[in-house]
């Protein structure tokens, strides 16, 4: 039931609530569901999914114009150890192994994360949660019909060398999809952008490898036949989340309204509702859920008075003058707006870890002007990535999280050295894309445009970089030293497995080095980008928004970045993996079936 099919005012049904709008306030229309879920990307498909009970009335409600939010745009992995894949090709996993691992790398990655009070009391139990519900949250939603990739993957773990780490397999892809089987559900996804269709996330290692015209990759997953409208990765996981809910006909979407308010109970001990409003009407429309209110909004890696505010400190972002972070380096939906941390704030709810991000290097994409991912632009052989006074600072094949740590923490010590720069010659810009940039003719177009630099040499290339051409020119010089012997004697660059994973094993005898010596040489900026926030409201073990005192505030829930992150640079999927997971958990706790809660 929409909410113009409902005329009741606020007086007539709103006995028992206490809306604590301040001189704001108005009077609304009224609907009723049983749980509300505020926020469409893979959080909350996956809790709409998964109430499929036929009696329970649920409303989605997304900001968006469109269901999917940043998950769409992403590489829709998920890392989830001891998965169904792993299990039917023979791979070993336990949970037991992966606790030891995630606890590893989160103690070398975010030292003080246990000193923050509540987080730290409750996330053992989210951890125990996340490693037994999450693989049941895979299972369950094969059984509804999703389809994942049934070769495991071949992507390492992050960090290899640490205790636990996996060396295959706790990534799952979602399988390449046929949107048309939507129907006319398809008018919730996004239109059709031509963007190509890549079979799952760790291909485009191998993608990003310039081969003659028509000539495809044996290695890379094979792409489905007969299919009208294919879509992967993120995208395919967001329309087959879509399409379970569509079989389940329980679930209303309402695209285009915005979270206004939470609804209060009259003792204001617990959330009742929420009002919502659309964008273009001034006339909000009060939902009172009698199960709950699950928020699934993101972050606010798209409002830059929060940036400001929280990302100028912390483990990732010792940010200076000089690098003040910019939502334009940002991946994440124009959605992820902050809605979570303001309206949670407003009755008390507490939060943690706001000043950390899902770091990943951006760059402008050189035939668009897009911003785009650059893990794989700066992991490749025949180039360096440099500072602002033309020195190398980290391995460029690291984790991409531990890459934005790198290049804060650059700044921070040096204001001069905050600008970084993807240096590299010909023989990389015939091997390789940067972006969509592929043919000659663009490379010239781009180089017009502004969004390129090159020069025949490195000192003319430092002058258009505007830093000093005998750091640069002594960088390249020794990088070009190391690569004839295949050891980066500094960083250790492509020394581990999942550094050569990143790699071209056609170069030897390291496949993340290649010398930086045919002119003419290109440099192009490097950005300490992001894929969201991982800082948010804090939740126990069933995604229960909790005080600062931590206690529950009841009848609220919250996952993925709405709420504080799990996981940090465990492995691909470390962010989609416990946010599904959350959801899963949320909406299941709400129907009495986690644990034996009724």
Known sequence: MSPQDQKMTCAETHEGFSHRQGPNHQRASVTKCDILIVGAGATGLVAAATAHDPALRIILVENGDYVGGTTFRSGGCIWMPENFVMKENGIQDNKEQAARYINAVTKLTHPNLEEQAIHGRFRDERLHAFLTQGPEMARYFRDQGVRWMTEPSQLP?????????????????????????????????????????????????????????????????????????????????????????????????????????????????????????????????????????????????????????????????????????????????????????????????????????????????????????????????????????????????????????????????????AAFWLVFDRKYRRRYPIGSLKSVWQTDQAIKMGFLLHSNTISGLAEQMQIPSRNLQATVNEWNEMCSEGKDKHFHRGEDRYQKFLGDPAVVPNPCMGPVKDSPFYAIRVFPGDAGTRGGLQTDQFARVLRDDGSVISGLFAGGNASVALLGTQGAGTTLAPAMTEGFIAMRYMQGLVYGNS
């Not at 996804?189 to 028509?214: N, Q, Y």
């Not at 309402?254 to 939470?262: K, P």
């Open 157 to 417: 773990d992050y960090h290899p060398h640490i205790e636990g780490a996996a060396r295959r397999g706790r990534t799952l892809d979602p399988a390449v999809f046929d949107a048309t089987s939507l129907g006319h559900y398809q008018r919730y996804l996004p239109k059709p952008d031509g963007a190509p269709v890549i079979p799952r996330f760790e291909d485009f290692r191998i993608l990003t490898r310039l081969r003659p015209p028509g000539q495809y990759p044996t290695e890379v997953s094979a792409l489905p036949k007969g299919m009208s409208r294919p879509m992967s990765m993120g995208r395919s996981l967001v329309a087959q989340l879509l399409k379970v809910c569509k079989e389940h006909d329980n679930v209303k979407i309402w695209t285009g309204w915005e979270l206004r308010d939470l609804l209060l109970s009259e003792q204001a001990t617990g959330v009742i509702g929420a009002r919502i409003q659309r964008r273009d009407s001034k006339e909000p429309v009060d939902i009172h859920a009698s199960l709950g209110v699950m928020i699934a909004t993101g972050g606010f890696a798209q409002n830059q008075e929060m940036r400001d505010k929280h990302l100028g400190r912390g483990t990732a972002q010792d940010a200076t003058p000089d690098m003040k972070t910019k939502r334009e380096w940002s991946l994440a939906s124009d959605e992820d707006a902050g809605v979570a941390l303001r309206v949670g704030r407003m009755i008390g709810a507490g939060s943690a870890q706001l000043d950390q991000v899902w770091g990943i290097p951006t760059l402008v994409d050189p035939r668009t002007g897009k911003v785009v991912e650059g893990m794989f632009a700066i992991s490749k052989p025949y180039s360096i990535v440099v500072d602002g006074c033309g020195r190398r600072f980290f391995s460029e094949s690291q984790p991409y999280g531990e890459a934005v740590r790198s290049m804060y923490q650059r700044a921070s010590k040096d204001a001069q050295a």
